[in-house]
């Protein structure tokens, strides 16, 4: 048995952010206590960012106020700047994920700011998630290749790492796929780069889609290489895998069924999965990509001739 | 860079076979063109089964006669029975592949026999392929696992290995993952156990299902673990995603890309390849399950700000 693996569970957030379907606030309570039963202990509900730029998001204060506290369970939000965190705080969010860019471009158009600048952002939140008493997490966005630069050299990951473990390290690390790209071999040549870096306490988490198909694939060769933390989307919600340029996250349902084959503990219900899953699916109004929510688990084997 | 890998075009066989969309023989021979034209030097064209169970393949004859000859590729065939080998050798064709099972209980339903009567099915067909100066491959079919008995221990997929490496051992043993259930570390210990059986001569080659999103994650770890061919299909047609109980072939254009990135070459032309896959998206009239498809390539980089 390899050592077990937290699936942080992010279709409240980077799911239903992509999605044409728009929820209610209440139907997102809901998929939260969806999450809560199948066992996720992490939840990203919400983002704390401009409602004008992400509509689906608008509604995080409320959101987050209709949750009710469960036992073990973190609700973790997004930010990207310092304006998200007081309203993260004022909320009483107790753990943020904080988003620095690998490239210039990405950066300057989703933060408004180039690197260094984004660094600088990670630095004040830091300082002050410090202390409010809360968590803070880094996001390393754009990780593996960049919808306007193209290539993202191992090198710069390993920079824009080194500086954002420099003064206050988070309490994870995340490297992110953000659009998809990325195969096995990308994701041990980044880990590798970035893992003697981690002081004490820092733990290396990643973020995956499945856009070209090599997500499960991703995720495995992660874990291979020794990542702990692992975001998947119920459902593999996120962008219609039909859809021109198609985003969805590696699906919870999926990545489980991976796990529990290759003999990887996960920690989730797979029965109350499934159900929360089909759950999602009706109130999404179309199939879903995950896979395993269609074909089901490994046959039990009990029509033997 | 890894050795090179070849891929097997399956989509007229597999792909067609299981497709709800019924193409004319026509259309079919245009697949074929297209194949060829995007660089695959081994396509499997059809097989010689009973019409009335398969009746996507029921013009098997007509098909192999409107094949044009090209230079350097072989037009294969699967065949269950003797009596599929004399119409394939009727036809023309210079390759069969051959289909021995894993479990008694799919044998008989597929075969109409239990592993020891598919194992003399070979045998014989092993000894008149080599009369008629015709190439033969063996799938080995639920190799990780059945519908009907569940879990297939590596063990008996070695036995049986074993028993058809003996007399006359094939070109190519090819491990299929019939119901798309594996997982990478499935591929591994599988692949392992049969590969110091293997006479020099006998190339190991392998099969995936994209079910339920391993087939790529599949794929790359047989390559790891030796396998130098690999089954795939355009579009990744073979079976609805959004179907209950999927059956997609792993899609010549993501596993293309999967290679491609992780610096292994599989010597077909991607430009060639979209073309075919956007044609046979219109030949099927909906989307098909292929993502990078939809998602294209890697991002060129030009747009940087």
Same mark, same amino acid.
């Given at each position: 048995?390899?050592?077990?693996?937290?699936?942080?569970?992010?279709?409240?957030?980077?799911?239903?952010?992509?999605?044409?379907?728009?929820?209610?606030?209440?139907?997102?309570?809901?998929?939260?206590?969806?999450?809560?039963?199948?066992?996720?202990?992490?939840?990203?509900?919400?983002?704390?960012?401009?409602?004008?730029?992400?509509?689906?998001?608008?509604?995080?204060?409320?959101?987050?106020?209709?949750?009710?506290?469960?036992?073990?369970?973190?609700?973790?939000?997004?930010?990207?700047?310092?304006?998200?965190?007081?309203?993260?705080?004022?909320?009483?969010?107790?753990?943020?994920?904080?988003?620095?860019?690998?490239?210039?471009?990405?950066?300057?158009?989703?933060?408004?700011?180039?690197?260094?600048?984004?660094?600088?952002?990670?630095?004040?939140?830091?300082?002050?998630?410090?202390?409010?008493?809360?968590?803070?997490?880094?996001?390393?966005?754009?990780?593996?290749?960049?919808?306007?630069?193209?290539?993202?050299?191992? !090198? =710069?990951? &390993?920079?824009?790492? $080194? %500086?954002?473990?420099?003064?206050? #390290?988070?309490?994870? *690390?995340?490297?992110?796929?953000?659009?998809?790209?990325?195969?096995?071999?990308?994701?041990?040549?980044?880990?590798?780069?970035?893992?003697?870096?981690?002081?004490?306490?820092?733990?290396?988490?990643?973020?995956?889609?499945?856009?070209?198909?090599?997500?499960?694939?991703?995720?495995?060769?992660?874990?291979?290489?020794?990542?702990?933390?692992?975001?998947?989307?119920?459902?593999?919600?996120?962008?219609?895998?039909?859809?021109?340029?198609?985003?969805?996250?590696?699906?919870?349902?999926?990545?489980?069924?991976?796990?529990?084959?290759?003999?990887?503990?996960?920690?989730?219900?797979?029965?109350?999965?499934? !159900? =929360?899953? &089909?759950?999602?699916? $009706? %109130?999404?109004?179309?199939?879903? #990509?995950?896979?395993? *929510?269609?074909?089901?688990?490994?046959?039990?084997?009990?029509?033997?001739?």
């Amino acid at each position: 048995m390899t050592a077990p693996v937290r699936i942080v569970e992010v279709a409240p957030r980077d799911g239903l952010q992509n999605e044409p379907t728009r929820l209610t606030t209440e139907q997102k309570r809901r998929l939260v206590e969806h999450a809560v039963r199948f066992g996720a202990r992490n939840i990203e509900v919400t983002s704390f960012v401009h409602p004008a730029k992400v509509p689906a998001m608008a509604d995080a204060e409320d959101l987050v106020a209709m949750l009710p506290p469960a036992d073990g369970v973190t609700y973790s939000a997004l930010i990207l700047n310092e304006r998200g965190l007081s309203r993260a705080l004022a909320a009483g969010i107790t753990e943020v994920n904080v988003v620095v860019h690998c490239t210039d471009t990405f950066s300057r158009r989703n933060q408004g700011t180039d690197i260094a600048g984004g660094i600088g952002i990670w630095r004040r939140i830091a300082r002050d998630a410090e202390a409010a008493g809360i968590r803070a997490n880094v996001t390393l966005a754009v990780a593996f290749g960049c919808p306007f630069e193209g290539e993202v050299p191992v !090198e =710069a990951v &390993r920079s824009v790492a $080194e %500086q954002v473990l420099q003064e206050r #390290p988070p309490a994870e *690390l995340s490297l992110a796929d953000t659009i998809g790209v990325a195969v096995p071999r990308d994701v041990a040549a980044r880990v590798e780069a970035v893992r003697d870096l981690l002081p004490e306490g820092t733990a290396l988490r990643a973020h995956f889609h499945n856009t070209r198909n090599c997500g499960i694939a991703n995720a495995l060769a992660a874990i291979d290489a020794g990542v702990g933390v692992l975001d998947a989307s119920l459902g593999g919600i996120g962008g219609c895998p039909f859809a021109p340029r198609a985003t969805g996250n590696i699906a919870t349902e999926d990545l489980a069924y991976a796990l529990e084959r290759s003999g990887i503990d996960h920690g989730l219900d797979t029965a109350a999965l499934r !159900e =929360a899953g &089909r759950w999602l699916q $009706e %109130q999404i109004g179309r199939p879903l #990509p995950a896979m395993v *929510l269609h074909a089901g688990g490994f046959p039990t084997g009990d029509a033997a001739a």
